[in-house]
């Protein structure tokens, strides 16, 4: 991939922090105390180291999740890259690319809603729609059944924004890839 002309990249919320530092330690720091505690009961240690080993790679994972930072969408002359998850990374070049466009998801909650927007890469690669999940998500995200895709989703510490990005995808993109803004 050449030169990136736009890059997004996810930023570090404060919920975030709370979720991927204070909590696992927290339960670290519980799993401590009952090993302090001492108690007689059958397998009490067992559970303290348990607790003290799980929460503590949780706590672990949660720093490289806070020092990294992962690129949610990359823009070049020559293609759109991005990663999924903690270790996917993905490219499409422009000549695979047969779409891009803008979605926005509703997720409701117990308490109330948040949305969820995603830049979606629409592919001619079989290769990227294999998976029942990718199927599943594709369903939502309203991809043709027929078509293969990638998904960049813009959480509330992306730095950039999604009209942003697509005015950068714009600029870029080959005149046979269309660009939508579908998002609300």
């Keep these: 991939m050449t030169q990136p002309t736009f890059t997004a990249i996810d930023r570090i919320t404060p919920k975030a922090l709370l979720v991927y530092l204070v909590g696992p330690w927290a339960f670290v720091a519980v799993g401590l105390l009952m090993l302090e505690e001492g108690d007689d009961e059958p397998g009490g240690a067992f559970i303290s180291w348990l607790c003290i080993a799980f929460f503590g790679l949780c706590g672990l994972l949660g720093i490289w999740a806070l020092i990294r930072r992962r690129i949610v969408l990359q823009v070049s002359r020559t293609g759109l890259a991005g990663e999924e998850g903690l270790w996917r990374k993905w490219y499409v070049p422009w ?7 803008s979605h926005t998801q509703v997720v409701k909650q117990r308490i109330g809603s948040t949305k969820q927007h995603y830049i979606v890469v629409v592919t001619t690669d079989p290769a990227t729609a294999t998976s029942w999940e ?7 995200l309203d991809v043709p059944p027929e078509s293969a895709f990638h998904a960049a989703a813009w959480s509330p510490g992306v730095k950039e924004s999604i009209t942003e990005a697509l005015v950068a995808i714009a600029d870029v ?3 046979h890839v269309t660009v939508e803004d579908r998002h609300q």
């Design 95 to 101: 000549a695979q690319v047969t779409s891009v466009y």
């Design 134 to 140: 990718r199927r599943a998500s594709g369903n939502l």
């Design 173 to 175: 993109a080959p005149v």
